[in-house]
């Protein structure tokens, strides 16, 4: 049995056809390139919620549980810590096993501080620019910091799982290697520390970043995790992130820092 097809209906149909196969075209997610038209570093700040949020941090604050692996032992705590790029930060922390052998340690104006209810004892100078060195990472990773003038933030051959890389050197912490991942996030951070035995060869230290908290627009790595000359050194799992505009506690006047002053215990961070 023959049949004809009114040609007009099918000039009528293709544009419907057309529409619909565009539709079904694009309904799966379209990879887009992170860096497209932008500077590594530009695009990394983009990702971790853009420089507007980024640049009005003055404080972070966070809560996590950790691992740590020192002295041919491995202790789970729990920790406080307030960090203000490369000025002040302070870590109260206490093994999970025993809530009241609290911790502190205080970082201002270049110096580092092991703190007691009613005594500031200045750490050796290994220790000290030990620990100065490893909070200069939180600072970092704020990423705004790179765009000070003094930095010096220079790409660096992308890798061929479509990671991009930067060295970079800024005041007030040790030169890092940062490398993003394809969607531009911060997933690792690679530099030397002092050894705080003082011992004279330097303890080469890899950051890995995986996860994600956010606060006030920022985007921050939920779990941290280091290495020190390719061993297990200290995982951090947080649970509460905070990026403030406006600092929490008042820091000790500079004056009286560069005098060797021992300001007055806060137990505010004491676990209750």
């Known amino acids: 049995m023959g049949f004809s097809i009114d040609r007009r209906l099918v000039l009528l149909a293709l544009p419907v056809l057309a529409a619909c196969s565009s539709v079904e075209g694009t309904s799966a997610p379209v990879a ?6 932008k500077g590594v570093l530009d695009a990394a700040i983009n990702a ?14 966070w809560t996590a549980a950790g691992t740590v692996n020192a002295g041919g032992k491995t202790t789970e705590v729990e920790m406080q810590t307030i960090v203000r790029p490369f000025n002040y930060a302070r870590t ?8 009241k052998a609290v911790r502190m340690i205080q970082i201002e104006y270049g110096k580092a501080w092991s703190v007691a209810r009613q005594s500031w004892d200045p750490m050796p100078e290994a220790q000290s620019e030990h620990e100065v060195q490893q909070y200069a990472l939180y600072g970092v990773m704020l990423l705004t910091s790179l765009k000070d003038p003094a930095a010096k933030v220079q790409e660096t051959a992308p ?17 890092m290697d940062l490398r993003f991942d394809a969607s531009g996030k911060l997933i690792r951070a690679a530099n030397n520390v002092r050894d705080p035995a003082g011992g004279a060869a330097p303890i080469a230290q890899v950051a890995e970043f995986s996860g994600e908290i956010e606060s006030n627009g920022v985007k921050w790595p939920k779990r941290i995790s280091i290495t020190q000359n390719d061993q297990p050194y200290f995982d951090m799992d ?14 000790m006047p500079q004056s009286l820092a560069q005098q060797g002053a021992k300001p007055p215990a806060d137990d505010e961070d004491e676990p209750q």
């Open 159 to 175: 890798g061929k799982d479509g990671t991009r890389n930067l060295h970079v050197e800024r005041p007030g912490a040790p030169p």
């Open 32 to 37: 887009t390139d992170a860096y497209a038209g």
């Open 48 to 61: 971790a919620g853009g420089e507007a949020a980024l640049s009005r941090v003055k404080e972070l604050n």
């Open 92 to 99: 109260t922390s206490w093994p999970k096993a025993d809530a």
């Open 238 to 251: 947080i649970s509460k992130f905070e990026a403030r505009a406006s600092n929490s506690i008042t820091a």
